[in-house]
């Protein structure tokens, strides 16, 4: 079982922690981005929280006129809780604060060569803007994917919280 809540600064070395499991050292990030991202006025990060820390999501949502544009940075979920709904119950709050705060769309950027987070991204209505050539290291390019928020997002009944 876990929940979903918001980052506290305590759980700062618990995240860089998984990212650095998560990705390669090229891609990880370092401490101090990773605080950087967490920390920023626009920035809403969400942890799934069990016993340990099984995942966490850092979205920006740029302070702009006509902000409803929002930017997924990273989602991340320790290997022990993947495929247990982790990703999804942290997609399906992020989505639905999204939503509470009026910001409409959506984006994020995956390596072209990451074809499980593509399919996660798709099946939850992702598609397809664009590519960025050479975005990761070693050359990956990275395929940038959006999704139009709606009132659809939400789900009927429950909240955050999900059962592993």
Known sequence: MFRIREYAPADLSALYAL?????????AYSLEELQYFIEQRDSLTLVAQAEQVAGFSIVERP???SRYFAHLITMDVAPAWRKQGVGSALMR???IRLLEERISRIRLEVAVDNLPAQRFYRSFGYEERGRVEAYYPGNVDALVMEKELSAATKPAKGGAEASA
Do not use: K, S
């Open 19 to 27: 990212d650095q499991v998560c990705f390669v050292p090229e891609i």
């Open 93 to 95: 709050a992020m989505e």
């Open 63 to 65: 302070h702009t006129r």
